[in-house]
C-alpha cells in the first residue's frame, strides 16, 4: 500500500517541482465536481476522459437539439473553457473515446490506451472515481483504474499513487453526493477533506458555469469540501452496496448485473494474456 503526501494540496504554496497528476473521469465535468482544489493545486497534470460524454440515446442529452457529433466537440469545448480556468491547456486534455453510458463494453481498448498514457507521462498520482454504482462509467473508470495499475506491477514499472475523489451513489433511495459510499465492513481508509477557500469555491462554481450543457445536472452538486482517498482493491464481480444501484433506480438501460459480468470479462483478459 502506497501512502499518499497531502500537503501539496492542503496548501496552496508548494515548494519544488509540483507533483505529475492524471486525472482519469469518466466524462467532461467530473473532474471539476470531484477534485477542481486538487487539478489548480496540481498544475502539471494531465486530464484524460474516458468518454466523449455524449450518450447514443439523445433521451440522456440536455437541452441540444444537434447531431452526436456536434454534441461531443460542445462537451470537450467546454471542458478546455473551464479548466483553462485552473491552468490546465487544451494540449493537457486526452480523450479515451468511448460512448457516454457504453464504456463498459470497451475496457480492453481505453486500457490499452491509458497504459500508453501512463508509461509515456509517468505522474506521481491518478485521481480517479470509486466503485460505488453511481454511474456506469464512473465505475468503468475505477475499473480501468484498477486494472492499469496491476498492468504497471506486473512490468515492474514505478507505479503512479491511485486515489479516489468523491462522485455520487444511491443512499436510502436518494443520491448522495460529496460523500465516499460507507465501507459495508465496518472499516475506512483515511480521507483528505479539502476545505475550499472563499477563491476556490469562486473558481470552481466558474468553472462549472462554464459546463452549460449540463447546468440542470450540476445543480445537485453543492460546492463544499472536496475529499479524496487512496483508492480501493475492488471485488467488481460484487456490487458496490446492497440495493439497487443509482443508476438502475433512474431506469436506465444499464444493469449492474450485466455491467459486472462485462467487468469480469475484461479483467480476465488482462489477466490472462496482455498482462502476463
Same mark, same amino acid.
Given at each position: 500500500?502506497? !501512502?499518499?503526501?497531502?500537503?501539496?494540496?492542503?496548501?496552496?504554496?508548494?515548494?519544488?517541482?509540483?507533483?505529475?497528476?492524471?486525472?482519469?473521469?469518466?466524462? +467532461?465535468?467530473?473532474?471539476?465536481?470531484?477534485?477542481?482544489?486538487?487539478?489548480?493545486?496540481?498544475?502539471?497534470?494531465?486530464?484524460? !476522459?474516458?468518454?466523449?460524454?455524449?450518450?447514443?440515446?439523445?433521451?440522456?442529452?440536455?437541452?441540444?437539439?444537434?447531431?452526436?457529433?456536434?454534441?461531443?466537440?460542445?462537451?470537450?469545448?467546454?471542458?478546455?473553457?473551464?479548466?483553462?480556468?485552473?491552468?490546465?491547456?487544451?494540449?493537457?486534455?486526452?480523450?479515451?473515446?468511448?460512448?457516454?453510458?457504453?464504456?463498459?463494453?470497451?475496457? +480492453?481498448?481505453?486500457?490499452?490506451?491509458?497504459?500508453?498514457?501512463?508509461? $509515456?507521462?509517468?505522474?506521481?498520482?491518478?485521481?480517479?472515481?470509486?466503485?460505488?454504482?453511481?454511474?456506469?462509467?464512473?465505475?468503468?473508470?475505477?475499473?480501468?483504474?484498477?486494472?492499469?495499475?496491476?498492468?504497471?506491477?506486473?512490468?515492474?514499472?514505478?507505479?503512479?499513487?491511485?486515489?479516489?475523489?468523491?462522485? !455520487?451513489?444511491?443512499?436510502?433511495?436518494?443520491?448522495?453526493?460529496?460523500?465516499?459510499? +460507507?465501507?459495508?465492513?465496518?472499516?475506512?481508509?483515511?480521507?483528505?477533506?479539502?476545505?475550499?477557500? +472563499?477563491?476556490?469555491?469562486?473558481?470552481?462554481?466558474?468553472?462549472?458555469?462554464?459546463?452549460?450543457?449540463?447546468?440542470?445536472?450540476?445543480?445537485?452538486?453543492?460546492?463544499?469540501?472536496?475529499?479524496?482517498?487512496?483508492?480501493?482493491?475492488?471485488?467488481?464481480?460484487?456490487?458496490?452496496?446492497?440495493?439497487?444501484? $443509482? !443508476?438502475?433506480?433512474?431506469? $436506465?438501460?444499464?444493469?449492474?448485473?450485466?455491467?459486472?459480468?462485462?467487468?469480469?470479462?475484461?479483467?480476465?483478459?488482462?489477466?490472462?494474456?496482455?498482462?502476463?
Amino acid at each position: 500500500m502506497h !501512502y499518499f503526501e497531502p500537503n501539496a494540496l492542503v496548501t496552496n504554496g508548494q515548494t519544488g517541482s509540483p507533483k505529475r497528476a492524471l486525472f482519469l473521469v469518466a466524462h +467532461p465535468d467530473d473532474e471539476t465536481i470531484g477534485a477542481s482544489v486538487a487539478l489548480s493545486r496540481l498544475p502539471a497534470s494531465v486530464v484524460v !476522459y474516458l468518454t466523449d460524454g455524449a450518450p447514443h440515446d439523445r433521451r440522456f442529452w440536455t437541452s441540444f437539439s444537434g447531431s452526436r457529433e456536434e454534441y461531443t466537440s460542445l462537451r470537450l469545448h467546454e471542458a478546455r473553457t473551464a479548466l483553462a480556468l485552473a491552468g490546465v491547456s487544451s494540449q493537457r486534455i486526452l480523450t479515451l473515446g468511448a460512448a457516454d453510458q457504453d464504456s463498459i463494453y470497451e475496457v +480492453p481498448i481505453l486500457v490499452e490506451k491509458l497504459l500508453t498514457i501512463l508509461r $509515456w507521462f509517468r505522474p506521481a498520482v491518478v485521481i480517479t472515481h470509486p466503485y460505488e454504482g453511481g454511474h456506469p462509467d464512473h465505475d468503468a473508470a475505477a475499473l480501468a483504474a484498477n486494472i492499469a495499475r496491476h498492468c504497471l506491477q506486473r512490468e515492474r514499472r514505478p507505479t503512479p499513487v491511485f486515489l479516489e475523489m468523491t462522485s !455520487y451513489h444511491a443512499r436510502d433511495g436518494r443520491c448522495q453526493t460529496g460523500e465516499f459510499l +460507507p465501507d459495508s465492513t465496518g472499516t475506512s481508509e483515511p480521507i483528505l477533506t479539502i476545505e475550499l477557500s +472563499p477563491e476556490e469555491k469562486a473558481k470552481k462554481q466558474k468553472m462549472m458555469e462554464h459546463f452549460a450543457s449540463q447546468g440542470q445536472v450540476l445543480q445537485g452538486f453543492p460546492i463544499g469540501p472536496e475529499r479524496l482517498r487512496e483508492a480501493r482493491e475492488y471485488d467488481f464481480a460484487r456490487p458496490p452496496h446492497e440495493g439497487p444501484l $443509482w !443508476y438502475e433506480l433512474l431506469g $436506465w438501460p444499464m444493469r449492474g448485473e450485466h455491467w459486472r459480468e462485462m467487468a469480469v470479462q475484461a479483467f480476465q483478459a488482462f489477466g490472462e494474456s496482455l498482462c502476463a
